[in-house]
């Protein structure tokens, strides 16, 4: 139930739509420990695939994701540095992640821009298996 209710909050037009971390009036959801980076478990940040977004620490992941809305190689690990870890991938509705992915943007909350102008919240989640 964490994710119901948040928004995406970080939307960079050919790059990430990014949510999972915040309500729409920008209260930060309260979130367990953070989780070992495991960037190098052979998964690509290709469009449609869902990342851990994370802050400049390897390790400091918690429950916000992104979904790549473009092939973006450079935040695989390289020899000399983490990565961003790929955990799942988007199997229905990537027309509706393309149409968040070109939603004006801004500021909004704590964030200078690329906030989308319009609130986009999450009403449910859930995991399915294949």
Do not use: C
């Not at 070992?36 to 990342?51: D, F, P, W």
């Not at 020899?79 to 004006?104: A, L, S």
Request: proline share 5%.
């Amino acid at each position: 139930g964490h994710y119901i209710g948040t928004i995406f909050h970080r939307v960079v037009h050919g790059f990430v739509a990014q949510g999972g971390g915040f309500t729409a009036d920008f209260t930060v959801k309260p979130v367990g420990q953070s989780v070992v980076n495991e960037s190098g478990n052979g998964l690509s940040n290709l469009r449609g695939t869902v990342g851990l977004a994370r802050q400049s620490a390897p390790h400091s992941g918690t429950s916000q994701f992104y979904v790549n809305l473009a092939d973006n190689m450079d935040l695989n690990p390289r020899p000399t540095r983490w990565g961003y870890t790929v955990f799942g991938r988007v199997i229905e509705g990537m027309d509706v992640i393309d149409e968040i992915g070109q939603k004006p943007t801004g500021a909004g909350g704590e964030f200078s821009r690329d906030v989308p102008l319009e609130t986009i919240v999450i009403e449910s989640a859930e995991i399915l298996s294949e």
